[in-house]
């Protein structure tokens, strides 16, 4: 398989490139240059497929001949191993035709792991080969951080950088970041927001000699792999309740839309999706873009759901490639007016296209909590404040009730106790492992938002 940028003017490129390149040098996001797709038939003979078998089959087309298929069934088996259900994404029924999809059994209980434990050990697998070692940089809402950490933790052939907003992630998110011991593991508290912090690792990478003399590698959501890797838990859900004979909905807390697409690609492999209910906080910028057409950042608002705390979302230009017909010269000129004039407009027949699959929702804060509390009271579920702006826009979104919503839990509510205790007065309790916590040593350093200020940072210390 190859890859080909969405901006248009880079080179297409193999698999083990994208993976190990990020962003591509146009400054677009890399995407498959063709839809592997499987037949009904094919999606009914996997319906019930352990999920480390699913994920092999899933993922072996975008990957191609860079890993031999034993390699890499070893190395889905690995990531997969280190979760604490069996299911790896178990269903959860919360009503008649609603159903919770828990992606949190990972080592950092939330939605991440399930991507960033393959794509470490991708990495690692294709550096060791090269005999190789990259800085990795990562910009983080929370919970990217810690999902990040522990996937690279203690390999040799990285160094990892994580940029987080300071202040602005909750205090789980901070402690499972800053107390992992690892030499080859540093936490920078960025005095900004999180689109300031993304906005540095993006000026680290528009740097060409910086970026060559660190050998830059990125584990954002703009990295190809972990898009790839998400594809998996959208098919998993859907043949575990009837697919492909029947279609299902999903409900997708967003903030950066990697998850979203994700689950775009899977409608795309040929998984029959009704809908994609877009889910996001009061930062509302798909929301409005889905009812006007016009991508307009606003300044970012902090809420309860802070990994959807985000108004430029990187993925958004993938299905924007797709929604102009994969023209890389509109994407870019769409672009650059997002960059000089604060916004973009896209033609009617691609808001058209859009609505076809995506119906969005925008859930205040009030919502979120009263969301929290009725899960609990009619399902005895505790759900995260970003599982509940998912549940409340699924349920708002007109999903017929035939159809099965499945809304996506992108992280264990135990991560977010402040609001869980708000709206039920109940602490959910963290798992066992992390039992001491809040007692162990933090290590991170603070710096302001100042590109220069990081380049030197980073510079120092590899
Ligand atoms: C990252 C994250 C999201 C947003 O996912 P995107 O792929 O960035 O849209 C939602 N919920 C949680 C808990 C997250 O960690």
Redesign the pocket.
């Known amino acids: 398989m190859r890859y080909v940028s969405t901006r248009g003017r880079a080179p297409a490129l193999e698999f083990e490139d994208v993976l190990l390149t990020g962003l591509a040098v146009d400054g677009g996001l890399y995407v498959p240059e063709s839809w592997p797709r499987l037949s009904a038939a094919e999606l009914s003979r996997l319906a019930g497929a352990p999920y480390a078998e699913l994920a092999v089959r899933l993922i072996g087309p975008y990957v191609g001949a860079a890993i031999a298929e034993g390699a890499l069934a070893d190395m889905v088996a690995e990531a997969y191993a280190g979760f604490d259900h069996r299911a790896v994404a178990p269903l959860r029924q919360l009503d008649g035709s609603r159903w919770l999809l828990e992606l949190f059994h990972g080592p950092t209980l939330?939605?991440?792991d399930c991507a960033l434990q393959l794509v470490a050990r991708l990495f690692d697998h294709f550096l060791a080969r090269r005999g190789d070692r990259v800085t990795v940089i990562g910009a983080t809402?929370?919970?990217?951080g810690s999902a990040a950490i522990e996937a690279c933790r203690d390999r040799d052939s990285m160094m990892l950088f994580i940029f987080h907003p300071e202040g602005r992630v909750s205090e789980v998110q901070r402690r499972q970041m800053t107390t992992v011991v690892a030499a080859n593991v540093h936490n920078v508290a960025i005095q900004g927001n999180f689109d300031d912090c993304q906005t540095l690792v993006k000026g680290l990478f528009a740097d060409a000699a910086f970026r060559a003399a660190t050998r830059l590698a990125a584990v954002n959501?703009i990295n190809w792999a972990r898009v790839m890797a998400q594809v998996v838990y959208y098919v998993y859900a859907a043949l575990a309740l009837g697919g492909p004979a029947r279609a299902v909905a999903f409900a997708?807390?967003?903030?950066?839309?990697?998850?979203?697409y994700a689950g775009f690609a899977a409608q795309r492999m040929g998984l029959p999706v009704r809908q994609l209910v877009v889910a996001t906080n009061r930062n509302d910028v798909l929301a409005r873009f889905f009812a006007e057409g016009t991508y307009r950042p606003e300044p970012v608002v902090p809420s309860m759901?802070p990994?959807?705390d985000?108004q430029r979302?990187s993925?958004f230009e993938r299905l924007l490639f797709e929604l102009t017909g994969r023209d890389g010269d509109e994407v870019a000129a769409l672009m650059a007016s997002l960059d000089q004039s604060g916004a973009f407009t896209t033609t009617s027949a691609a808001l058209t296209e859009a609505r076809a699959l995506f119906t969005t929702r925008c859930i205040d804060e009030a919502e979120t909590m009263a969301t929290i509390a009725r899960t609990h009271a009619e399902t005895g579920t505790l759900v995260?404040p970003?599982?509940a702006v998912g549940i409340a826009a699924g349920s708002a979104a007109g999903v017929a009730a035939e159809t099965p919503l499945v809304c996506l839990a992108?992280?264990h509510p135990a991560?977010f106790p402040e609001a869980v205790v708000r709206a039920t007065g109940l602490k959910p309790s963290l798992p066992a492992q992390f039992a001491d916590l809040f007692e162990r040593e933090e290590r991170y350093d603070v710096l302001t938002n100042d590109l220069e200020e990081v380049k030197a940072y980073v510079r120092e210390r590899i």
């Not at 809402?141 to 990217?144: A, E, I, L, V």
């Not at 997708?252 to 979203?260: D, K, L, M, R």
Request: net charge neutral; aromatic share 6%; proline share 3%.
């Open positions: 939330a939605f991440k809402s929370g919970d990217t959501s997708v807390p967003t903030g950066n839309f990697g998850n979203a759901s990994s959807m985000i979302a993925n995260d970003h599982t992108t992280a991560k």
